[in-house]
């Protein structure tokens, strides 16, 4: 029933999956992390390079990082990780003041179900490379709130630092962070779970024209 289930969801989101191992977004050729037997969520790949594209609209660079975190099935509830994420990116910001304070902040997230039965989420966190140059201080802040939750498993994958969407080191973050939108982990999920998630941060062209004078 599982295999049939599955079969039937991806075939009604056929025209949503890519199965190739790159994608052209705004005229830029991009690697994905993709192979025949995953398949890569075209949605969630726009959404990231979509939150990328225009937090580099509002800073001179911009500093990513994708972390994994591990749900432990005896304290969820439904409704957690927003909540998470909600309280852990006002203390990032509450952390980062002064002249390049972090204001905003772009994410994307999405669940997934491991071979264990147990559901965990991928998220790339994006924000003002001129506040943070390393990981550390945002890593602490996630993983005590993941703690305080009840849930000890997380990991912080690579970090990178971008500074326009064409270059070989955007192309590198965005192969990296590709990975998040694989569609074989989401088959199995709860009809209504939300799959995957993200900010809604704005392309501010103001600030570009500033940054490009």
């Not at 830029?28 to 609209?57: A, C, K």
């Not at 703690?147 to 997380?154: A, E, I, R």
């Amino acid at each position: 029933m599982k295999n049939i289930n599955k079969n039937l969801r991806r075939l009604k989101k056929k025209s949503n999956i890519t199965f190739k191992d790159t994608i052209y977004l705004k005229g830029v050729l991009l690697l994905i992390q993709n192979r025949n037997e995953w398949g890569s969520y075209l949605p969630i790949l726009f959404r990231i390079h979509d939150q990328l594209s225009n937090m580099l609209t509002r800073h001179c660079k911009v500093f990513c990082v994708r972390f994994d975190f591990h749900v432990n099935p005896n304290v969820w509830t439904e409704g957690q990780f927003s909540e998470f994420l909600a309280v852990s990116l006002r203390k990032v910001k509450s952390k980062y003041k002064g002249n390049h304070k972090i204001q905003k902040i772009a994410y994307v997230w999405v669940r997934e179900h491991g071979a264990d039965g147990l559901h965990h989420y991928h998220i790339m966190l994006a924000v003002n490379g001129n506040s943070t140059n390393y990981p550390n201080g945002i890593a602490t802040i996630m993983w005590e709130e993941w703690q305080k939750l009840g849930h000890k498993s997380w990991h912080r994958s690579d970090s990178k630092m971008i500074k326009n969407t064409v270059d070989d080191n955007f192309k590198a973050a965005f192969k990296h962070f590709s990975y998040l939108a694989k569609i074989f982990t989401k088959d199995e999920q709860p009809v209504n779970a939300r799959n995957y998630g993200s900010s809604q941060v704005k392309s501010n062209q103001k600030i570009f024209n500033k940054l490009a004078a």
